[in-house]
């Protein structure tokens, strides 16, 4: 049964009109309503931009809104068409496609990978596979088991070679070998830079037990952070390998 305000003055003056919110003007309710639906639209069409039929779709808005153009420039219909026709025109000429924000997880599930880290830019060594890799083309690194795979950013997300970490014979950032040393924020608290030096880098080099050097070089505001992550996880995961196992600790101590 409908259920009935304790007061019925409540109801008096009330007009049903959505386009009122909390006794605005009907023109303020108007400009919220399409201020609300503006936003709730922007992440739709941010996931339209990571569809891969994205780029059909644009240029199909962008001759959308040429077509409505040249059809208010030849006949005439009125000024009405000029705001859409523009904004569909430059809609489709700038939103370009976007990246997933969950593609690295998605990537390192596809390869099932324990690490997946920055590998920067590949400038030295010879890797297993023959096909070269393009020119400063930047790389994700991912160790799955003992291997460490690398895989090009702007690929399709399939491994381009595979390199064994139970082969490493040493790490070394920026020319010294990687040690990892634990230095308490208390003893070494982080300092704000008063200036950030993007062009600086920084290189990481693993060497093999065969003379084999493969080189990555990190550019920007982070490079030394991203080199020295790299090198520990390679580091950590080294050292687990090389470690010896219960069985081969008990045919030691026999």
């Known amino acids: 049964m409908p259920t009935k305000p ?3 003055s409540l109801d008096e003056g009330r007009e049903p009109d959505a386009f009122r919110p909390f006794g605005l003007p009907r023109w303020a309710g108007v400009l919220l309503y399409a201020l609300f639906w503006f936003a709730l ?17 644009r240029w199909a808005i962008a001759l959308t809104g040429l077509g409505l153009a040249a059809w208010g420039w030849t006949a005439g219909p009125g000024w009405w068409v000029w705001p859409p026709a523009v904004g569909l025109l430059l809609a ?16 390192q599930r596809k390869h099932q990978a324990q690490y997946l880290l920055n590998g920067g830019v590949l400038v030295g060594g010879r890797l297993p596979n023959s096909e070269p ?3 400063k083309q930047p790389l994700y690194l991912l160790i799955r088991g003992e291997h460490l ?5 702007n690929g399709d997300g399939e491994a381009h070679s595979a390199l064994t970490i139970r082969r490493i014979a040493a ?11 634990y230095v308490s ?5 982080p300092v704000k830079e008063t200036s950030v030096d993007r062009a600086a880098t920084s290189e990481l080099a693993l060497s093999f037990d065969d003379g084999n050097v493969v080189r990555f070089r990190y550019q920007g505001a982070f490079h030394k952070h991203l080199a020295e992550t790299a090198a520990h996880a390679v580091h950590s995961v080294r050292e687990r390998l090389l470690r010896p196992q219960p069985a081969e600790l008990t045919q030691i101590l026999q």
């Open 92 to 107: 489709g000429l700038l939103l370009g496609p976007t990246a997933d924000p969950d593609r690295e997880r998605k990537l």
């Open 133 to 135: 890799l393009g020119d």
């Open 185 to 189: 924020e208390a003893k070494d608290p």
């Open 6 to 8: 304790a007061d019925p």
């Open 171 to 181: 790490i070394e950032v920026d020319g010294a070998r990687y040690l990892p040393i």
């Open 149 to 153: 795979l690398l895989v090009p950013r």
């Open 41 to 57: 639209l922007i992440p739709l069409v941010r996931r339209w931009r990571r569809a891969k039929h994205w780029p059909v779709t």
